[in-house]
Nanobody, 122 residues
Framework: VHIVESGGGLVQPGGSLRISCRYS????????IGWFRQGPGSERKAIAC????????KYTEALKGRFTISRDNAKSTVYLQMDSLKPEDTAVYYC????????????????WGQGTQVTVSS
């Protein structure tokens, strides 16, 4: 299994950014992909999760409305659209796959990417 995040960078407060998660190597047809983030000195926290077999999505309530998760199965890619970004959104954003428990629990995920840095600053 291989997961690669991309699209991070520097963005001004109030701006938007879309980051991508490309995955490969799964043997089954049904799995979930989640986005997490980890700010300086803090633990890794769940943002959203999407099933690759239907359109079901789940969000951390505090980020719902600003962040949108979507997928393109033909490209084996999951996206995270981030709008109205704030300095506190600065973090390394990680993509993870195939949770064996709660989608919010980082320890439940079996596969992780290397992360992509998002910095929100003027």
């Amino acid at each position: 299994v291989h997961i690669v995040e991309s699209g991070g960078g520097l963005v001004q407060p109030g701006g938007s950014l879309r980051i991508s998660c490309r995955y490969s190597g799964f043997s089954g047809d049904h799995y979930a992909i989640g986005w997490f983030r980890q700010g300086p000195g803090s633990e890794r926290k769940a943002i959203a999760c999407i099933s690759t077999t239907d359109d079901s999505t789940k969000y951390t309530e505090a980020l719902k409305g600003r962040f949108t998760i979507s997928r393109d199965n033909a490209k084996s890619t999951v996206y995270l659209q981030m709008d109205s970004l704030k300095p506190e959104d600065t973090a390394v954003y990680y993509c993870a796959a195939d949770p064996s428990g709660s989608w919010r629990d980082a320890d439940a995920y079996n596969y992780w990417g290397q992360g992509t840095q998002v910095t929100v600053s003027s």
